[in-house]
């Protein structure tokens, strides 16, 4: 007879943080369905000429965007996955730098690039003889297309990512059985390995497109109207709260019914792969000319995505640096920056850790179950929506906070989460939290249960496992949930915009200055910065997967067969 | 890695902002909030301080000014709130979160359409909304209705309609001819637009030198900034490359916005925010204004950077300004019906 | 004469620094099937997918049917070979149904013989209901065959096996081992299967290839490689083997069980492997001994003898019928044709080296297959 879950023995150390967690993460979002009930008059409006274009917008880029990033992303992945070239290994490396640069940076440095002025099309006029740029039309950047490029080509390392991981680790007896049966390369992509990537390249695509609808300036600068534009500028520009906080709670809509999508493609039809599938694909090698020519075609992405960009923002920051000399904010911006991400991160992966534990430790209890999932509720939302929830949140606590001291006879206090740190880690934490609780859930369920039990069974309680079992095996899905956690963090901007304390800047922070000034000359070098730190966890994940990948020194089939002959007793 | 409860971790940064927070109010400075990027405001503080010793804390508030200082209530340590765009303030006065500043000094040097009447804000210097042509044109008067003339078809480079100068610009329309007439000529300009709104007005004298337009919009202070280099070589090129017109409004002059400040209502240091204000009107800060930011004086009589004075004598629309912030709404109104962005 | 449909020619690999084949040479005549047979990381795994393609070998030839398919300047690739695959884990392609996973390997011939062949095999395998079934839906042994009807529906000339059987429990497996010899046969397939199990390749092979360290120990039929192993590793292989170490002087080694013919072995020291069933407790017979303990498994009865003149105890096999007194004294009688006499094992260098003297007996490993017991005279239950 099955037990019915009870839920208050489930309120332990476990129960009781994940509740606080959850609440904290439904807080802005209740906030905003009351800024948003509180309004009348605008929304009308705002639903018969605002809403209507920028939904078919938003739509039109997250189709364009979802579908570029899986052609781009999977493609790429097999290429490196199942061919051996020269600079393959250079070519891994590669094609994962674009997650280093926001795609607001990418969008302005491809500007930079692409303006009929600017350094491409005037040599470009050159070499054809033209003398004047009205001569040389080319297509503009700042449209639907061009947006659909830039965040192409920012994004697609998401996909890349899942499908190469698939196809490293899990592809390999599926594809050796059909090159048997006689399959050449192609039918063996489109027939067998991409079926089998299907949900990889969908938690990709949900990831870009998340993404996609978070930024505020991209969109912004290569005028596409998007939602989440249409909220900002309904609460910039009309100082229309409310009405901002109804088109936010569309947008929550929207992305809630694309997330279920996903969830849909990905679930499917118990496509796990069946048996030990324990051995790794091995590359197909491609010499000569051939390869050379794979090895270019697999580095268009990693060319238009970072190298070109990053050179341009290099020689940009040189440029400023040789004209107006360093800016002398810059070191502490950096360490402020740091400070806040590294705070943020070990809080929030903690949270992550505690939560996804608590989790696997209270099976059946739909408490600890729904918490991972409700604190992952940040990730959907754009960093602008969450920051005026938490805003009318942190102010609702000070103010409360306040008059119970006052009440209780005490001096009135000042602003307690409103313009502080703790307020900007919790808005990071909360974010972000979705990544941390992604991966570390993802290593976890690799994790037989069966660990947890005997654990249990010999005789230690519940923290006791966590720390005993999953902390030392997990190490390393923690240090990479951490690594992703603390570049986003270092690269968010809407939320630190903001929420943060008096005259804190953080490197994102200055950069958007300088935009909003236009002088993003000035904001090269911090670009810059922001780059290089997102390319430290990209290395160490390289290198990470590069250590398990390693040619194997012992034959396959060494399994645990039993030794020849009838065997002992 | 070690797990630290939440809680634990957070008691030393409430302390840390508590402890900020319950700092008393000391003479010696001033909190300002501001929406005008630190760069431009910096020589003035600093000038500022030098003269009087009073330390200036600047924190720049991108967007939510009203909203960030309505939620920090009573205990908000703002003093003086600064914002570089007329409907800006007209909302913190909305919002309740100013109160009037008294300074007579004040009421002498800034002209009356140029300050709230109840003086819960002033004016501090003045932007010039420009048309900037392609020099082959050989362009040399234009008025602002001129820009919806069918004859410009195809021509005109413009920043997004929702943004506030440009919706302080189509405010000034409404007040001059009221809304349908304002309606029909952001139509027309919207007919005329070589390409969707996009980027920031620097982006526009780019973009005409491009060849990608003929005719656009920006402000006047752009145009010191790129003149005179500070920007570098390649701004200063598109500085020069295009011919800056000062338009009108039929009967009336050219649109300005203005920069301003209005005091926190609940200031610690009302005291030092008068102060600071006062310095900001007089002649020192005045010239400030002019050569480090290209902007025009509001006091008037007091002289433009050359740059900026060599592109015309400017002539002030006489709307008063609180007029613009009256009618903002609807001009953002009106740049959605006429699907101007898109 | 036709030419083999695989043969493999000194196959040389390795992994890293460790040989994984040392010069290995099999043929598979056609429609013949053929077991290699060796406990785990022999190297007869990857034996199989060099012969498949998936692996490049380092040294050596593999031709089918007349064609090469590798050799130093030679590799073509696995789907153009020919050759079918059985994988140990099946390899079923999770998101096509079991009829499309059997089609799979006709692409590109006309629909109407796909839809044929596909239900042919399905009504072979006994699954002929089950075409519109996802392999996660089938059992283990389901799979097997789904696995097995995949890889012959395109009519290979060669078949691989990679322990076909090891993932079936013990009752499955008789059943699938005639199953598959009997669709082998039907398909005229030569057939190559690796495995670990004795009993798999006694129940299906046309001959066996023990393979053992990288090198082929001993090919044969079983027959031949049951009564003539080539040495006592060989011998092991199939049978729970007694020790005893022996003297031989003319063709007849001594031991202390009395004397076994072993013809062509040379004098000096050797060991006499007998099998447990060699061993009879009869009314009359050469020896005694002292039965230690007893176990009851069923069909028989395992007994422990303690024979006087032999250091450690031997286990006999009797039927479970009769009645045996622990700690009695019993009569045993010895079957001297089920033993086999080896020289002395010498490692596989010396052979190279001019001819060593004689080891000390200390030396002789011993067989594997006796049962754990331990040297101490101990009375206990086996």
Not at chain 1, 76 to 103: I, N, Y
Not at chain 2, 20 to 26: G, L, N
Not at chain 3, 87 to 99: C, G, I, R, S
Not at chain 3, 163 to 173: A, H, I, M, V, Y
């Amino acid at each position: 007879m099955p037990r019915r879950p009870a839920l208050l023995p489930a309120l332990d150390g476990f129960g009781l943080f994940g509740a606080l967690v959850g609440l904290l993460a439904v807080a802005p979002i209740a906030a905003l369905v009351a800024l948003a009930a509180g309004g009348d008059g605008p929304w009308r409006h705002l639903f018969t000429t605002v809403v209507p274009a920028a939904t078919v917008d938003t739509a039109l880029l997250a189709l364009g965007v979802a579908a570029f990033v899986a052609v781009v992303g999977t493609g790429s992945a097999w290429l490196v996955a199942t061919r051996d070239f020269p600079g393959r290994r250079l070519l891994e490396v590669l094609l994962l730098l674009p997650l280093a640069f926001p795609a607001y940076v990418l969008a302005y440095s491809w500007l930079d690039l692409l303006h009929p002025i600017g350094p491409l099309q005037t040599a470009l006029r050159g070499l054809l003889g033209y003398s004047r740029p009205a001569d040389l039309r080319l297509p503009d950047l700042r449209s639907l297309p061009g947006a659909i490029l830039v965040f192409g080509f920012a994004l697609y390392p998401y996909v890349h990512v899942a499908t190469r991981t698939v196809f490293l680790s899990r592809a390999a007896g599926p594809v050796e059985a059909a090159r048997m049966l006689g399959a050449r390369s192609s039918r063996v992509f489109f027939r067998v390995a991409l079926p089998l990537a299907r949900p990889a390249v969908a938690a990709g695509c949900a990831l870009a497109v998340m993404e996609t609808l978070n930024d505020v300036g991209a969109a912004e600068f290569l005028s596409v109207n998007t939602l989440t534009a249409a909220v900002y500028s309904t609460w910039i520009n009309r100082s229309d709260l409310p009405g901002a906080a109804q088109i936010a709670l569309a947008m929550l809509i929207f992305l809630l019914s694309l997330l279920m999508l996903e969830r849909i493609a990905r679930g499917g039809r118990g496509y796990a792969v069946a048996g030990r599938a324990t051995r790794r694909l091995e590359p197909r090698r491609v010499g000569g000319a051939r390869g050379v020519a794979l090895f270019v075609v697999g580095l268009m992405p990693a060319l238009f995505g970072f190298l070109v960009p990053a050179l341009h923002l290099v020689w940009q920051a040189a440029d400023r640096l040789a004209f107006a000399g360093l800016a002398e904010d810059i070191a502490r911006e950096t360490r402020d920056t740091v400070l806040l991400a590294a705070t943020a991160t070990a809080l929030g992966v903690a949270a992550a850790a505690v939560l996804v534990s608590g989790r696997r430790l209270h099976p059946g209890s739909p408490l600890h179950a729904a918490a991972p999932r409700i604190a992952s509720i940040g990730y959907a939302v754009p960093g602008t929506v969450l920051a005026i929830g938490l805003l009318a949140v942190y102010g609702a606590v000070d103010a409360g906070v306040r008059a119970l001291v006052v009440d209780l006879g005490g001096a009135p206090t000042g602003l307690l989460l409103s313009a502080s740190f703790a307020g900007l880690v919790i808005a990071l934490c909360l974010r972000f939290f979705r990544l941390a609780a992604a991966g570390i859930e993802t290593a976890a369920d690799r994790l037989p249960v069966t660990l947890d039990q005997s654990a249990r069974v010999l005789g230690r309680g519940r923290f006791a496992v966590m720390r005993a079992v999953h902390l030392p095996l997990l190490t390393p899905a923690y240090a990479g949930a951490a690594l992703l956690f603390f570049v986003d963090c270092m690269k968010e901007l809407p939320a630190t915009l903001l929420l943060r304390p008096l005259g804190f800047e953080t490197l994102s922070t200055h950069l958007y200055g300088e935009a909003a000034r236009g002088t993003y000359e000035n904001g090269a070098l911090a670009a810059c910065l922001i780059v290089a730190f997102g390319l430290l966890p990209i290395v160490v994940v390289t290198r990470i997967g590069r250590d398990a990948a390693r040619p194997r020194t012992a034959p396959p089939g060494l399994s645990a067969s039993p030794a020849v002959g009838r065997g002992a007793a | 890695m070690t797990k630290k409860p939440t809680a634990a971790a957070l008691l030393p940064m409430f302390g840390f902002c508590a402890a900020v927070a319950a700092v008393p109010a000391a003479a010696e400075e001033v909190n300002v909030y501001t929406t005008r990027e630190p760069g431009l405001f910096a020589p003035l503080a600093k000038a500022f301080t030098e003269k009087t010793g009073i330390r200036v804390n600047t924190v720049f508030v991108k967007d939510g000014l009203a909203e960030r200082v309505a939620a920090e209530g009573t205990a908000s340590p703002a003093d003086l709130l600064m914002a570089v765009d007329v409907g800006v303030l007209a909302e913190l006065v909305d919002k309740g979160v100013t109160r009037p500043l008294t300074s007579p000094v004040v009421e002498r040097a800034v002209p009356a359409n140029l300050r709230a009447a109840d003086g819960s804000w002033t004016g501090l210097s003045m932007r010039a909304r420009l048309v900037w042509a392609d020099r082959s044109l050989g362009l040399k008067s234009i008025t602002y209705a001129d820009l919806a003339d069918p004859k410009w078809k195809g021509s005109i480079c413009i920043r997004s309609g929702q943004h506030p100068y440009n919706t302080a610009l189509i405010a000034a329309a409404i007040a001059h001819d009221g809304r349908a007439a304002a309606a029909a000529w952001v139509a027309g300009i919207h007919a005329n637009l070589a390409k969707k709104p996009s980027g920031g007005d620097r982006d526009v004298a780019r973009d005409i030198l491009g060849g990608l337009c003929r005719i656009g919009v920006g402000n006047s202070y752009y145009v010191g900034l790129m003149r005179s280099g500070r920007g570098g070589a390649e701004q200063k090129a598109w500085g020069d490359g295009v011919d800056v017109l000062l338009p009108t409004f039929e009967g009336g002059g050219t649109h300005v916005n203005i920069t301003g400040a209005a005091l926190a209502k609940h200031a610690p240091h009302p005291d030092a925010a008068r102060a600071l204000v006062e310095y900001l009107v007089s002649p020192e800060g005045q010239r400030v204004y002019a050569e480090q930011n290209f902007e025009y004086p509001i006091v008037p009589g007091a002289a433009a950077e050359p740059t900026i004075a060599g592109l015309g004598p400017l002539t002030v629309d006489p709307l008063p300004v609180a007029a613009i912030a009256a009618h903002r709404k609807e001009a953002s109104l009106i740049v959605d019906e006429v699907g101007f962005d898109r | 004469m036709s030419p083999a449909a695989l043969a493999l020619h000194d196959l040389h690999h390795a992994y890293g620094r460790r040989a994984a084949l040392a010069g290995v040479s099999l043929e598979l005549h056609p429609g013949e099937i053929v077991a290699l047979l060796g406990p785990s990381g022999c190297g007869k795994t990857t034996l199989l997918r060099i012969a498949a393609g998936l692996e490049r070998p380092a040294a050596g030839d593999v031709h089918a049917g007349g064609r090469r398919l590798a050799g130093p300047d030679l590799f073509v690739e696995p789907e153009d070979r020919g050759i079918g695959l059985v994988f140990q884990d099946y390899a079923l392609f999770p998101h096509l149904d079991v009829a499309a996973n059997v089609g799979f390997g006709l692409a590109g011939r006309p629909r109407a013989e796909i839809r044929a062949t596909v239900a042919d095999l399905l009504d072979r395998i006994g699954l002929a209901d089950r075409g519109r079934s996802y392999p996660h839906m089938l059992s283990g042994g389901e799979q097997q065959r789904v696995a097995l009807a995949r890889a012959l529906a395109p009519r290979p000339a060669v078949l691989l096996m990679d322990e076909p059987f090891s993932n079936l429990d013990q009752r499955l497996r008789r059943g699938m081992r005639a199953e598959t010899a009997a669709l082998l046969r039907a398909s005229g397939a030569a057939a190559l299967l690796v495995t670990h199990d004795p009993d798999d390749a006694l129940a299906v092979a046309d001959r066996i290839a023990l393979m053992r360290d990288g090198v082929l120990a001993q090919v044969g039929t079983p027959e031949e490689v049951w009564h003539h192993p080539v040495d006592r590793g060989a011998a092991a292989v199939f049978a729970d083997l007694e020790e005893l170490p022996a003297t031989v002087r003319r063709g007849r080694a001594e031991t202390a069980l009395g004397g076994f013919a072993a013809p062509g072995v040379p004098d000096g020291p050797a060991l006499v492997c007998l099998h447990r069933d060699a061993f009879d407790l009869a009314a009359v017979g050469d020896f005694t001994a002292t039965v230690s303990a007893t176990r009851f498994v069923g069909e028989h009865r395992i007994v422990r003898l303690v024979v006087d003149g032999l250091p450690r105890p031997v286990d006999t096999r009797v039927d479970a019928r009769r009645p045996v007194a622990i700690g009695g004294r019993v009569s045993v009688a010895i079957d001297r044709s089920r033993a086999f006499v080896f020289p002395p094992d010498r490692p596989p260098e010396d052979l190279r080296h001019p001819a060593a003297p004689a080891p000390d007996v200390s030396d002789f490993r011993p067989c594997r297959g006796v049962a754990a017991g331990a040297g101490d005279g101990r009375h206990h239950e086996v």
